[in-house]
């Protein structure tokens, strides 16, 4: 007994002896991009030659997609390949920290890939250049001529990696393409990846057609086309080329949309000046209607739990935001700031609202809560709407007109992305003029 | 005619009760001029040559000589202090006055007597004073004890010079030397706790020798993921920022250190 006392006296002796620790409290830090090297990929020597693919290109270009995703993020900084002291047929192995340390390289990507009985293979590594370690390291075996697609994968799960977040890189965008004079614009559906590699057009631009939409599966898309000038929504398989109208209604219906389970399309029906909201069910096909009131309902977006809706009315006088559960009961305004507000659209993450705000003839693209606090204005411009958002939620893509001439001269419609942030503005190359674009979500999960 | 003349006399005598009413208002009351006083203008030279009055002379000289006096003892050192006798104890509001030249010697940022030391000597000094004041003012306590709670940067600058040895300037100079190195991952929650808790062991040269995240466990959990990308993220300030800028002595007080990342009020901003 004695002997413990003893021990503990000594130990609260020494105790006093030492020094508290001592806390420094860091609240910021640098918001640079972050630098990455992203490595070409090792080529296989082993690998066989497939037909349209050169081989031993392969491993540069999928570096460089994957490049080009990161800068186009604007949260990283891919390093200049110039730069590089190790080459890619040893860093795929284990990398000299080293030396990609002294180019200021905080993220190392390298792999390799091989090309063996009509199939590849793509091995590729994350290393945390600081603590010289390895973050994350996968295979994928695949088709070749999917490369492309692989290059987007490993792009997701470093961005996800080192973010935090789902990326947004294998997915694609549906959009209408236009060509020709402003006064006989020609109108088609594409899509293409969310890069602009591999666009393909859908319809042959005989009719008029709008508002493309994907359904939670990217199989499906939703549209409103002016087929024998007759505006209606319809449903489009984007595999089989397949089309039908969505429902029997006995007037116009546009701004369709699908429910968050894809069994429904939300869009709105206008006879006699009205327009109101509706339901289909596409296994049913039983069609309900939501709205019921004498103004002009439309724009209806889902939020991703299926229990809400918001969409447009100018039913307080000038047209605003709304919501409502998706039973069209307590109907509730969520706008009220100088201006109109339009096409609002629920972030896949459920916390926003995107829309579209004019006030004194600027157009203006917006994030708010869903409750209608906090708005954001993002960007400002001459004219420019139909926000839609990436599947993790961080990006809107949007599509912006110019100033058109007494002719018709110098007028464009592209495609634009800005983060939520406001930041990182940019615009999406098209092969053509470019409007109505709808994100899809992730291709493979 | 009787009825005329009723109307005549209500009416006239209506118009004379008015201006008995309104007349006496429109009186202005009659300017007050000062009597007049006659001056006469004459020309004098520059200097005048009259001499000055026995009494006023004497006045003039004896506040020249004072104000002679006061400038030497300006520019001297104080000569009062030396006057006083070594073991008086002072008096409170002696002891204020004092503490008063001493706070305009320091940084006028830093006003807190608590913030300014910057060095050990200076610190122990100090303290005694303030234990001093705090006896003989019970008042002086009560603010200090306020102050405390109310300002909480003091409170934790005071943490960190009192309690760890480490002063402002070594601790601005680390904290500055690693906000350079943080990248904070931009993917963050706005309203998750993004407190990240690292400890390191630090050899002499400022390297670090072993490193630890505190919250390890949470890394793991599911929903969580954000947190270890940020914890990761601090990780790499770290490991980037090495060596450390850690003072030159003291290695005992600074070989263990905590930093506790928080990008919060950042991301908000």
């Given at each position: 007994?004695?002997k413990?006392?003893?021990?503990i006296?000594?130990?609260?002796?020494?105790?006093?002896?030492?020094?508290a620790?001592?806390?420094?409290d860091?609240?910021r830090?640098?918001?640079?991009p972050l630098?990455?090297?992203?490595?070409?990929?090792?080529v296989d020597?082993?690998?066989?030659?497939y037909?349209?693919?050169?081989?031993?290109?392969l491993?540069?270009?999928?570096?460089?997609?994957?490049?080009?995703?990161?800068?186009?993020?604007g949260?990283?900084?891919?390093?200049?390949?110039?730069?590089?002291?190790?080459k890619p047929?040893?860093?795929?192995?284990?990398?000299?920290f080293?030396?990609?340390?002294?180019?200021k390289a905080?993220?190392?990507?390298?792999?390799?890939l091989?090309i063996?009985?009509?199939?590849?293979?793509?091995?590729?590594?994350l290393w945390?250049?600081?603590?010289?370690?390895e973050?994350?390291a996968?295979?994928?075996t695949t088709?070749?001529?999917?490369?492309?697609?692989?290059?987007h994968?490993?792009?997701d799960?470093?961005?996800?990696?080192?973010?935090?977040?789902?990326?947004?890189?294998?997915t694609?965008?549906?959009?209408?393409a236009e060509s020709?004079?402003?006064?006989?614009r020609?109108?088609?559906l594409a899509?293409?990846?969310?890069?602009?590699?591999?666009?393909?057009?859908?319809t042959?631009?005989n009719?008029l057609?709008?508002?493309p939409?994907?359904?939670?599966?990217?199989?499906m898309?939703?549209?409103m086309?002016?087929?024998r000038?007759?505006?209606?929504v319809?449903?489009l398989?984007?595999?089989?080329?397949?089309q039908?109208?969505?429902?029997n209604?006995p007037?116009?219906?546009?701004?369709?949309?699908?429910?968050?389970?894809?069994?429904?399309?939300?869009?709105?029906f206008?006879?006699?000046?009205n327009s109101?909201i509706?339901?289909?069910?596409?296994?049913?096909?039983?069609?309900e209607k939501?709205?019921?009131?004498?103004?002009?309902?439309?724009s209806?977006?889902?939020?991703?739990?299926?229990?809400?809706?918001?969409f447009?009315?100018?039913?307080?006088?000038l047209q605003?935001?709304?919501?409502?559960?998706?039973?069209g009961?307590g109907?509730?305004?969520?706008?009220?700031g100088?201006?109109?507000?339009?096409t609002?659209?629920?972030?896949?993450?459920?916390?926003?609202?995107?829309?579209?705000?004019?006030?004194?003839?600027?157009?203006?693209?917006g994030v708010?809560?869903?409750?209608?606090?906090g708005?954001?204005?993002?960007?400002?411009?001459?004219?420019?709407?139909?926000p839609?958002?990436?599947?993790?939620g961080r990006?809107?893509?949007f599509?912006?007109?110019?100033k058109?001439?007494?002719?018709?001269?110098?007028?464009?419609?592209?495609?634009w992305?800005?983060?939520?942030?406001?930041?990182?503005?940019?615009?999406l190359?098209?092969?053509?003029?470019?409007?109505?674009p709808?994100?899809?979500?992730?291709?493979?999960? | 005619?009787?009825?005329?003349?009723?109307?005549?006399?209500?009416?006239?005598?209506?118009?004379?009760?008015i201006?008995?009413?309104?007349?006496?208002f429109?009186?202005?009351?009659p300017?007050?001029?000062?009597?007049?006083?006659?001056?006469?203008?004459?020309?004098?030279?520059?200097k005048?040559?009259?001499?000055?009055?026995?009494?006023?002379?004497?006045?003039?000289?004896?506040?020249?000589?004072?104000?002679?006096e006061?400038?030497?003892s300006?520019?001297a050192?104080?000569?009062?202090?030396?006057?006083e006798?070594?073991?008086?104890?002072?008096?409170p509001?002696?002891?204020?006055?004092?503490k008063?030249?001493?706070?305009?010697?320091?940084n006028?940022?830093?006003?807190?007597?608590?913030?300014r030391?910057?060095s050990e000597?200076?610190k122990?000094?100090?303290?005694?004073?303030?234990q001093?004041?705090a006896?003989?003012?019970?008042?002086?306590?009560?603010?200090?004890?306020n102050?405390?709670?109310t300002?909480k940067?003091?409170?934790s600058?005071?943490?960190?010079?009192?309690?760890t040895?480490?002063?402002l300037?070594?601790?601005?100079a680390?904290?500055?030397?690693?906000?350079?190195c943080?990248?904070?991952?931009l993917?963050?929650?706005y309203?998750?706790?993004?407190?990240?808790?690292i400890?390191?062991?630090?050899?002499?040269?400022?390297?670090?020798?072993?490193?630890e995240?505190?919250?390890?466990?949470?890394?793991?959990r599911?929903?969580?993921?954000?947190?270890k990308?940020?914890?990761e993220?601090?990780l790499?300030?770290?490991?980037?920022c090495?060596?450390?800028?850690?003072p030159?002595?003291?290695?005992?007080?600074?070989?263990?250190i905590?930093?506790?990342?928080?990008?919060?009020?950042?991301?908000?901003?």
């Amino acid at each position: 007994m004695k002997k413990l006392l003893v021990i503990i006296l000594l130990n609260f002796l020494l105790f006093n002896k030492s020094y508290a620790l001592i806390e420094v409290d860091i609240t910021r830090g640098n918001l640079d991009p972050l630098p990455i090297a992203v490595s070409p990929l090792h080529v296989d020597i082993k690998s066989e030659n497939y037909t349209d693919i050169k081989v031993k290109e392969l491993g540069e270009n999928i570096s460089e997609i994957i490049e080009k995703n990161f800068k186009g993020t604007g949260l990283f900084n891919p390093l200049k390949k110039e730069a590089f002291v190790q080459k890619p047929d040893i860093a795929h192995l284990k990398p000299r920290f080293e030396d990609w340390r002294l180019i200021k390289a905080q993220a190392l990507v390298s792999g390799k890939l091989l090309i063996k009985d009509g199939k590849l293979k793509v091995e590729f590594r994350l290393w945390d250049l600081a603590a010289a370690k390895e973050m994350t390291a996968l295979a994928f075996t695949t088709t070749p001529s999917n490369w492309r697609r692989v290059a987007h994968i490993i792009s997701d799960k470093i961005y996800e990696r080192l973010t935090g977040e789902e990326g947004y890189f294998d997915t694609r965008i549906i959009y209408v393409a236009e060509s020709g004079p402003k006064s006989q614009r020609v109108k088609k559906l594409a899509i293409m990846d969310q890069d602009g590699a591999k666009t393909k057009y859908l319809t042959l631009g005989n009719e008029l057609v709008l508002t493309p939409r994907f359904n939670p599966t990217n199989q499906m898309v939703t549209y409103m086309s002016y087929f024998r000038n007759m505006p209606r929504v319809y449903l489009l398989d984007i595999e089989t080329g397949t089309q039908e109208v969505v429902g029997n209604f006995p007037g116009m219906t546009f701004a369709p949309r699908f429910s968050p389970d894809g069994k429904k399309i939300v869009m709105s029906f206008a006879k006699d000046g009205n327009s109101d909201i509706f339901t289909m069910n596409l296994e049913t096909r039983v069609v309900e209607k939501i709205t019921n009131h004498s103004s002009i309902d439309t724009s209806p977006s889902f939020s991703p739990d299926g229990k809400f809706i918001a969409f447009n009315s100018d039913r307080s006088g000038l047209q605003q935001i709304y919501v409502m559960r998706s039973d069209g009961s307590g109907v509730k305004r969520i706008t009220f700031g100088n201006g109109i507000y339009g096409t609002p659209v629920w972030s896949p993450r459920g916390d926003l609202i995107a829309f579209t705000k004019m006030r004194k003839g600027k157009f203006y693209i917006g994030v708010m809560r869903t409750d209608g606090t906090g708005e954001r204005l993002l960007t400002e411009n001459f004219y420019q709407e139909a926000p839609s958002w990436s599947p993790n939620g961080r990006v809107i893509v949007f599509y912006r007109e110019t100033k058109a001439g007494l002719k018709g001269e110098g007028f464009s419609a592209k495609l634009w992305s800005i983060d939520i942030t406001g930041y990182n503005e940019r615009q999406l190359k098209t092969e053509t003029d470019a409007s109505d674009p709808s994100w899809s979500s992730l291709l493979t999960k | 005619m009787i009825r005329s003349l009723i109307y005549s006399l209500t009416f006239h005598s209506a118009m004379i009760l008015i201006t008995i009413l309104s007349l006496p208002f429109m009186l202005r009351e009659p300017i007050d001029l000062p009597p007049i006083v006659s001056v006469e203008l004459i020309q004098i030279s520059d200097k005048t040559n009259i001499p000055y009055a026995p009494k006023a002379r004497k006045i003039i000289e004896e506040t020249k000589k004072k104000e002679e006096e006061r400038l030497v003892s300006e520019q001297a050192p104080p000569s009062a202090k030396a006057k006083e006798k070594p073991d008086r104890i002072p008096l409170p509001n002696e002891k204020k006055e004092e503490k008063k030249i001493v706070k305009k010697k320091q940084n006028p940022e830093e006003v807190k007597p608590e913030i300014r030391q910057s060095s050990e000597f200076e610190k122990k000094e100090i303290v005694d004073t303030n234990q001093i004041a705090a006896l003989i003012d019970k008042a002086k306590e009560e603010e200090a004890i306020n102050q405390k709670k109310t300002d909480k940067i003091t409170q934790s600058n005071q943490k960190n010079s009192f309690a760890t040895g480490l002063t402002l300037s070594e601790e601005d100079a680390l904290r500055a030397q690693i906000f350079g190195c943080w990248s904070v991952p931009l993917g963050l929650p706005y309203n998750e706790d993004l407190l990240v808790r690292i400890k390191l062991n630090l050899k002499k040269d400022g390297t670090i020798s072993k490193s630890e995240i505190l919250d390890h466990q949470r890394m793991n959990r599911p929903g969580q993921k954000f947190y270890k990308v940020l914890a990761e993220s601090a990780l790499r300030a770290v490991r980037l920022c090495q060596p450390l800028k850690v003072p030159p002595t003291g290695y005992d007080k600074w070989k263990e250190i905590q930093l506790n990342f928080n990008p919060t009020e950042m991301l908000k901003g």
